[in-house]
């Protein structure tokens, strides 16, 4: 904390230099460019979310599987958190009735303007208007869900706007639980409330506007991941098992748990919902401002402030009791205390379109302070039906650990260049200091001490990176129709103290993800294409895999490479007045590189060595469709979104698989006039009940050891069910 405070004073300096206001925003699509330089493309709905939490986007697919914390959301251009865990970043953002922007960044633009790997989401917050205006929304699901959100904004006196908005979120999930053991809205308790305060001003040389902008965020959940037991068929199907509906009965034993305290060594009784819940203040200071010289000067200062637990159920694997033959679900449950985490971060950013170029130099500098993140861990039991209950007796602890201060220093620099009127160039670079200091407890220097946890000996992190990231893409016009675009891209991801809490050196290395795409655009009047093959790979991947041998669950962190080929053909298409068609097919094959070694389960003094290496990437799929019509008759409209995933691999060993789905949505949205309006939509028409993503403790199995799981009771993560939403939204 200390090296953030003596930055305090230095950002805050720089901020007051100038004033600005937030530019109006809008919606950029996220398919691939189909025209020459503009930002053209389908609407790939990356808000419509299947996964079990629908607190956030859904991943957006690179080739690459998505990280822990899921797609980067940034709010007025800074991430919304500084690093995912344990504060991830539905805890301190939602989209709600102050939103008035969204647009998109894809793989070059997220690894030059914020240093990260994938596609990013960016919203920006309504910070004033000129007249009183507002609207408010309530939404519902046929479950009892419970959501509402409202903002008002004007002007009070000359050159002074303002802005005030709520976002309250109560979500019963899709299970009916039993009220006495588990809260009814144990899926997601959100509170999150925000005002902004802009002054406009105009000088001799320059037109700009300030804002101050504060949120208040406060959410509970359980349930990140929702698990559900079935049964296995070798073809990748699964069936419900008797007595267990997927997606309707609750998997969950209690909302209260024995852990073994860090500090003290005695076992205590935690609550899943209010003793790991996460609350925040963030303030913003936003500025801008317009030279009469064409020059641009835009700034963000951000102080963010939090208090966040994390509460992580992972089902380990199905075994059964030598005795009595019962089932039992073996559980590791991720407890994360309440971890006091600061940060404060900033973005500069000065621009001119000057002739052919438009270029842009931007200045971060991001401060980051987690005090003593402490993870109390159990392992324990459960029976395998509808509303388990916990089996006593053999319960195992265990802890992670890490604190310090994080500090990234980034320049980075942009243009666009219209060398003539059929050849364009993008390029960028980020050049990043990256250091990390701090202390964690290795588990191998602590195996003989009877101390507890927090006592133990802690050994010092001090670790200093230059990361590099560069971007470059071009578009040909052969014809006024046909062309040619290509792309460029490398980034370096280096470590985070994360990366220690496993209680081991991970011995860091950066990252390095390169990339590259080539392909041809045609333009016509009916429709839009473009076609294009892909490559990216990314090395030294570092994480915490959770490998089970009975029921002992070891968390070892491991280092893998990946690498991906793909093609992509992505299809707009307007045939008829009112209509609209997006369409969207990839192939892409993403293999593991470098992955291999041994895993060590102490309790069982035995040994397993693996070798993942040309494996296919687990829950990513080989062929993905995606199709988005939508018409407007009037002042409806009709839209869907279906979307293919072929068959996904759900354990390392790609013994064992999940056949192709479908995620379906559909709605249609009336306006009354121009200040009602009412809204229907459906998640997974079809009502598919299969499984996805990966199966509880089987990384491990072998071939021979997978054929033997034909019709064996196995559980893992779904999608969520049929679900109807409905809702009502008033501007005035």
Same mark, same amino acid.
């Given at each position: 904390? =200390? ?24 919606? /950029? ?11 053209? @493309? ?13 607190? @956030? ?12 914390? @899921? &797609? ?18 539905? $805890? ?24 990260? /790997? ?42 002074? $706007? ?30 999150? !409330? ?21 949120? !208040? ?50 076992? /205590? ?11 925040? *203040? ?54 994360? $205390? =309440?971890?006091?985490? $600061? ?46 209950? +916990? ?59 009877? #101390?507890? !946890? ?31 675009? @290509? ?42 294409? /473009?076609?294009?093959?892909?490559? +990216? ?13 009975? &029921? ?29 068609? *997006? ?7 993403? =293999? ?32 993905? +469709? ?26 390392? &060993?790609?013994? #064992? ?61 779904? +999608? ?13």
């Amino acid at each position: 904390m =200390k090296s953030i405070t003596k930055n305090i004073g230095l950002v805050c300096a720089l901020s007051l230099l100038s004033n600005m206001a937030m530019a109006q925003h809008t919606t /950029v699509k996220d398919s691939t460019k189909v025209a020459s330089t503009e930002q053209k @493309g389908g609407d790939r709905n990356v808000m419509l979310n299947a996964a079990s939490a629908n607190s @956030g986007p859904r991943n957006v697919n690179i080739g690459l599987p998505a990280s822990v914390g @899921g &797609t980067t959301i940034l709010e007025n251009d800074l991430p919304v958190v500084y690093f995912f865990w344990p504060e991830m970043p539905y $805890k301190a953002w939602r989209m709600d009735a102050m939103t008035n922007g969204v647009k998109l960044l894809d793989l070059g633009q997220t690894a030059i303007n914020i240093g990260d /790997v994938g596609f990013s989401v960016g919203t920006y917050d309504n910070l004033g208007t000129d007249k009183f205006q507002g609207n408010i929304g309530v939404n519902s699901n046929h479950f009892g869900l419970l959501n509402g959100t409202a903002n008002v904004s004007g002007a009070f006196k000359k050159g002074w $706007k303002y802005s005030v908005g709520a976002f309250v979120n109560y979500d019963p999930g899709t299970y009916k639980v039993n009220k006495n053991d588990i809260d009814r809205y144990y899926n997601d308790q959100t509170q999150l !409330y925000k005002i902004a305060l802009t002054k406009d001003y105009a000088l001799d040389n320059v037109n700009g506007s300030f804002s101050v902008f504060y949120k !208040y965020a406060n959410t509970k959940s359980m349930t990140m991941q929702q698990y559900a037991p079935y049964q296995y068929h070798l073809d990748g199907s699964v069936s419900e098992i008797d007595g267990f509906k997927i997606g309707s009965d609750n998997y969950i034993a209690s909302q209260k748990f024995n852990v073994e305290d860090a500090a003290t060594g005695n076992v /205590v009784e935690r609550d899943a919902l209010k003793d790991y819940g996460s609350s925040s *203040h963030t303030i913003d200071l936003i500025g801008k401002n317009k030279f009469n010289n064409g020059l641009d000067f835009n700034y963000i200062v951000r102080l963010h402030s939090a208090k966040s637990g994390m509460y992580l159920p992972i089902m380990t694997g199905i075994t059964e009791d030598k005795i009595t033959g019962e089932l039992r679900q073996n559980v590791m449950a991720l407890a994360s $205390k =309440k971890t006091p985490i $600061k940060s404060l971060t900033s973005l500069f950013e000065v621009g001119k379109k000057s002739g052919k170029h438009e270029w842009k130099v931007g200045l971060n500098q991001w401060l980051y302070d987690i005090d003593k993140f402490t993870t109390e861990g159990v392992m324990y039991q459960q029976t395998v039906e509808k509303n388990p209950r +916990i089996i006593e007796g053999n319960n195992n602890y265990t802890y992670e650990y890490h604190n310090g201060t994080e500090n990234k220093t980034a320049l980075f620099i942009t243009d666009k260049w219209d060398l003539s009127d059929v050849f364009t160039l993008n390029g960028g670079i980020r050049l990043e200091y990256q250091s990390l200091r701090g202390d964690y407890i290795d588990n191998d220097l602590n195996e003989e001490s009877n #101390l507890p !946890y927090l006592s133990k000996t802690k050994t010092d992190i001090e670790k200093d990176w230059f990361n590099k990231a560069f971007m470059l893409n071009g578009v040909y016009k052969m014809t006024s129709r046909f062309g040619l675009l @290509g792309e460029v891209t490398y980034n370096e991801q280096a470590g985070h103290l994360e990366n220690y809490s496993a209680g081991n050196d991970p011995r860091l290395k950066k990252s390095k993800i390169p990339g590259a795409g080539f392909g041809v655009f045609y333009n016509h009047p009916w429709f839009s294409v /473009v076609s294009k093959a892909t490559y +990216i790979k990314r090395d030294e991947y570092r994480s915490t895999v959770n490998f089970s041998s009975g &029921t002992e669950t070891v968390r070892p962190t491991v280092s893998y490479d990946i690498e991906t080929i793909g093609w992509t053909t992505d299809v707009v298409a307007t045939p008829f007045k009112n209509f609209n068609l *997006h369409f969207l097919f990839t192939l892409q094959a993403p =293999k593991y590189k470098n992955y291999a070694g041994t895993v060590n389960f102490k309790g069982s003094n035995t040994s397993v060595d693996y070798n993942f290496n040309d494996n296919t990437v687990t829950g990513v799929s080989k062929m993905l +469709i995606e199709i988005d019509p939508s018409y407007q008759w009037k002042n409806l409209r009709v839209w869907a979104s279906a979307r293919y995933f072929s068959k996904e691999y759900a354990n390392l &060993t790609n013994s #064992l698989y999940f056949e192709g789905r479908w995620e379906t949505f559909a709605g249609a949205n009336y306006a009354f006039n121009k200040n009602l309006e009412i809204s229907a939509s459906a998640v997974n028409l079809l009502n598919q009940r299969g499984a996805q993503g990966t199966i509880s403790g089987a990384d491990l199995f072998t071939k021979e050891e997978a054929e033997k799981k034909e019709g064996a009771i196995l559980s893992g993560t779904y +999608i969520r069910p049929f679900t109807v939403e409905f809702g009502v939204k008033y501007r005035f």
